[in-house]
């Protein structure tokens, strides 16, 4: 039953822009600086792209999040990925589309919907019936699927509401039953029995990414859905077939003893010579009336492994199925589809099947055919839906033969018409497409596109049990589907206009990932041939998890080529899969799970424990997660805001496989938002004097700094972040913009270039008047540049501060649609030598700094600094730059280059290997004698500090230690001595010092 989806989203009313205070408040507070701008932004249309624009095209669609989703880190890391680059492109001049929407979540969203029964009405929806359930999923939908997408817009995604989709809205379900049906018409969809995954509990087929994998040391005892106690898994059992007319006998080991009741053959390897006389015999089996042939077969048998021997179950195990098809053995399925045994098992018919486990055991010993049972390690598939145990079962699927796609998407990425990035997953593509396997898309599911397959039985020609893959006919409904019948067995079976015949529909209903396939191009309204259409397909990117790339990826490839004769997108960019600082897997049992919204809003550790509570896991689960919690949030995790979160998962995708993402360095961006705010409320003091007037962003590209060097230098600075910042967009990589332009606003401008400006800024003078100005557009040019950059990832703090910038006319309402700064327009600032000098500059302030650290000299003071070059070029740097490096080392008028000095009155310090730099203690009011003391405590503190990580490295290297323990281990270590060192010659000048000023007191 299909409905329309509504969207509220496509009808927005006008939004009033946000009210800005008069002055920036005191310090960035995320909650106040992200209320109110979504809202507007989207009433403005800022969003919504123009199917009639003549402008490059660039356009993604949303990888769609289930419709039973809440927010995770995973989508935070896809939105702020996506987000950054469909922002870019357009303050670019691209038409950029972004295309959202909602994926019907077949197994997921039937099983929330099913639990709420049970919960709410004691209600299965068999009770309820078909139509009837699907209804209430359809209520559940309206009232609550939509979560997922106001979360999207709480992280500021800037999508095209207009166009809005959902999997099973009437667009997209058309679009379903005719790509079903012209893949059919091509020979490419095609009806099979094969083994697939059957999850008993689900009573459904399920793919390869809904299955878990469990990985089991040994005997492990498992909580499974319908047993009210543990079930033990993880062991092997060893027993013996008797030889027909013999007393001999084999024996074989399983992991599944209920299989036994399956078994159609017994594989040895033919050049295993202590079984040569067993070839053409047969086994007895134990339990049912029948005898099993011993068959030879080699790829199926190691004959150094174990016994040497196999039992073949053909039906429900992948590599016996290969042996059965080999050797012509018969399948025989011993389950029905809820997990009981059926009538081919004898007296354990009707036993659920790992009842029926210790039943064969049992009876096993009785016949005294048991000879063992011991640990075993080995990893058992897990269903991800229900948490059952997965069986390869028999069943009649609907299929799809993916060979020829298969190679033409292996060709279009061998040529670069498609290209995946980092390449680092092209040998992935390779793997799963050099070898493809026809795809399972039926599912035996109530809630999903039902499959437009009709099957005929015709009035005495077929018995209403057996299936034949020729009576299938496909159609758009029943009353084509009678034509079709008609014309197909019109000659034959039908010749007679009086033979009755009967449709039925099959029940099930297509795999999710089907019409997923279908996503680029769907999205559009295709099959009609709309507007969009032929604007926006194919699309430019296709952003997604990396652990998708075959499962999605390659399937949408695959469909567009052999619907539409083109790809889908050309470019394919992979983000890694996010686990805790520790590189753990996030889940909920483990504690580990990180919210984004916590993150963005903060969260007490009581907080995120009833989060726990909420999950649904037993009291186990729950104190195990507790304690994990405690250790990875002791204090709860601190309000961090949406733009610190994008930053910080834009600037991990460095990972490209695994992000370890520590909530810390997301703190850390906080930091940032706060520094860009304070360096704002700076620059706008600046610029009240001198009648400051904006120049136009455009406008920028006109001018110089021809009086100062530090802004020449700063906009030297900005042109190379700005390249760094658009390469790294057009290359993916996205990690590489935000270090250029984090580096660039905290390093260079505020760290440096605000330090170095307050000279020229506080000379009132009117001959300064013009240099003044300069400084004043620079710092103008600089701050309003810096926001534009960093738009696309911190779109709410940038917006509100680029609101309180004085503007030109010509300037935008709103940054989301200024234009991004460009390679072009900024490099002719560019010079390489004056940054060089500057890196001169900073060496030797760094130097001076680190001086005054050690020493422990307070900012008040104002030392004597001498700088003593032994290079031509840090000569001529170091009085080019004399007054820059007093401001930036705190020694305001007190730095001298080549001056004498009384050394010995003088800690010492290296600028490298070219400058050595002399300070003046003398005259300072410092206590030699308590400083001296100071360093030595400090010192006896850390060999301390270091004979304790030394014995502790020592006791753990007995045992295996963790790889990055080591390392942090040995870093810690290089660090403790670093600082004895530091400390060491600081006690030493301090104790020289001491000694110098006793023998001035005595003389």
Not at 402 to 425: F, G
Not at 891 to 898: I, K, Q, S
């Amino acid at each position: 039953m299909e409905q329309q989806q509504t969207n509220p989203q496509q009808e927005q009313k006008k939004v009033e822009k946000k009210i800005m205070p008069t002055e920036l408040a005191a310090s960035y507070e995320p909650k106040n600086v992200e209320a109110n701008w979504y809202d507007w932004w989207v009433s403005q249309g800022y969003f919504k792209a123009d199917v009639n624009s003549k402008k490059e095209k660039f356009v993604m669609v949303i990888p769609p999040p289930n419709v039973t989703g809440r927010l995770h880190i995973g989508h935070a890391l896809m939105t702020a990925v996506e987000d950054g680059l469909i922002r870019y492109h357009r303050m670019s001049g691209r038409e950029a589309l972004w295309v959202p929407g909602t994926d019907h979540a077949g197994i997921a969203t039937q099983v929330v919907v099913e639990k709420k029964l049970m919960k709410e009405r004691k209600l299965s929806r068999h009770d309820l019936g078909r139509d009837a359930f699907i209804q209430e999923v359809w209520k559940w939908k309206h009232a609550f699927g939509n979560t997922i997408l106001g979360q999207l817009r709480h992280m500021g995604a800037s999508v095209d509401w207009s166009r809005e989709v959902f999997t099973m809205d009437d667009t997209r379900c058309r679009a379903v039953k005719e790509a079903f049906i012209r893949m059919h018409q091509k020979g490419l969809i095609f009806r099979s029995t094969r083994l697939v995954n059957w999850c008993c509990a689900l009573n459904s087929t399920i793919s390869n990414i809904e299955v878990d994998k469990l990985e089991l040391k040994g005997k492990t005892n498992v909580n499974l859905p319908g047993y009210p106690k543990p079930i033990p898994l993880g062991l092997i059992t060893e027993f013996a077939y008797k030889i027909v007319d013999s007393e001999d006998e084999i024996i074989v080991a399983t992991t599944r003893p209920e299989t036994i009741l399956g078994d159609t053959g017994v594989a040895i390897h033919p050049d295993d010579t202590r079984y040569t006389h067993l070839h053409g015999k047969r086994v007895q089996h134990p339990f049912l009336n029948r005898t099993i042939p011993i068959i030879c077969d080699p790829i199926l048998v190691d004959k150094e492994f174990g016994t040497g021997v196999v039992k073949v179950t053909p039906a429900h195990d992948p590599n016996d199925y290969d042996c059965g098809k080999r050797n012509n053995l018969e399948m025989i399925n011993i389950l029905n589809d809820d997990g009981t045994l059926n009538h081919n098992c004898g007296q354990f018919a009707g036993m659920k099947r790992f009842d029926a486990r210790l039943a064969v055991i049992n009876a096993l010993k009785e016949k005294k055919l048991w000879k063992s049972q011991k640990d075993h390690a080995m990893a058992i598939g897990i269903c991800s839906r229900s948490g059952d145990v997965i069986e390869p079962l028999l069943k009649p699927q609907w299929y799809v033969n993916t060979v020829d796609a298969a190679q033409r998407a292996l060709d279009k990425v061998a040529s670069k018409e498609l290209t995946i990035h980092p390449e680092i997953y092209v040998p992935e593509w390779e793997r799963w497409l050099k070898k493809p396997e026809s795809w399972c898309i039926s599912r035996q599911l109530w809630w999903g596109h039902t499959i437009p397959a009709y099957y005929i039985s015709i009035e005495g020609h077929l018995s209403s049990q057996e299936e034949l893959p020729e009576h299938w006919v496909v159609a758009n409904d029943e009353a084509e589907a009678k034509t079709r019948a008609r014309e197909k067995f019109g000659s034959t079976l039908l010749k007679d206009e009086s033979t009755k015949f009967n449709i039925r529909q099959d029940p099930d209903v297509l795999d999710t990932w089907f019409s997923a396939s279908l996503f680029p191009f769907s999205v559009f309204g295709w099959p009609e041939n709309t507007e969009d259409l032929k604007r926006f397909f194919p699309t430019t990117l296709l952003e997604t998890g990396q652990d998708i790339l075959f499962f999605w990826v390659a399937k949408m490839v695959m469909v567009s080529l052999i619907l539409n004769d083109c790809l889908p997108f050309s470019d394919v960019y992979l983000h890694g899969i996010v686990r805790d600082p520790a590189g753990e897997k996030m889940s909920k049992s483990s504690g580990n799970v990180i919210d984004p919204i916590d993150v963005i809003n903060g969260a007490t550790l009581e907080k995120l424990g009833d989060t726990l509570a909420e999950a649904n896991l037993n009291e186990f689960f729950i104190k195990a997660a507790i304690r994990k919690q405690k250790e990875l949030f002791p204090k709860g995790i601190p309000e961090c805001g949406t733009d610190a979160l994008r930053l910080a998962l834009c600037a991990y995708t460095s990972q490209p496989r695994n992000i370890n993402l520590d909530t810390q360095k997301v703190v850390t961006y906080r930091h940032f938002c706060n520094k860009i705010w304070n360096a704002v409320k700076y620059v706008l003091k600046a610029l009240e004097t001198d009648n400051f007037v904006a120049l136009a962003a455009n406008q920028f590209k006109t001018f110089n700094a021809k009086h100062d060097k530090m802004s020449h230098w700063i906009l030297s600075r900005l042109a190379n972040a700005t390249k760094i910042a658009n390469d790294g967009f057009l290359s993916y990589k996205l990690y590489e913009a935000t270090e250029a332009i984090h580096n660039f606003v905290l390093k260079e401008f505020c760290d440096v270039y605000l330090e170095s400006v307050k000279r020229p800024l506080r000379n009132k003078t009117p001959t300064n008047l013009e240099a003044r100005q300069e400084v004043q557009q620079t710092l103008y040019i600089c701050i309003h540049s810096a926001l534009t950059l960093l738009h696309p990832f911190m779109p709410f703090v940038t917006e509100e501060l680029f609101q309180y910038l004085p503007k030109h006319s010509s300037e935008p309402e709103s940054i989301c649609i200024s234009s991004y700064p460009t390679a072009d327009g900024t490099q002719h600032w560019r010079s390489t030598t004056l940054e060089s000098d500057v890196d001169i500059v900073l060496i030797l302030c760094n130097a001076i700094r680190a001086l005054r650290a050690a020493y422990n000299i307070p900012k008040k003071e104002n030392p004597e600094v001498v700088l003593d070059p032994k290079d031509e070029v840090y000569n001529r740097v170091s009085k080019e730059f004399i007054e820059t490096i007093g401001d930036l080392s705190f020694t305001e008028n007190t730095v001298f280059v080549g001056r004498e000095i009384k050394k010995e009155e003088c800690s010492r310090s290296a600028a490298g290997d070219k400058c050595e730099v002399y300070l003046k203690m003398t005259g300072l009011g410092i206590d030699f004698a308590a400083e001296k003391s100071k360093m030595e405590k400090k010192i006896e503190g850390l060999v301390k500090a270091k004979g304790d990580l030394e014995k502790r490295m020592k006791s753990l290297a007995a045992g295996k230690v963790p790889e990055d323990v080591r390392i942090k281990n040995e870093e810690k270590l290089v660090s403790l001595d670093t600082e004895i060192g530091t400390y060491t010659s600081a006690a030493q000048q301090y104790a020289s010092l001491l000694q110098q000023s006793n023998n001035n007191a005595a003389a």
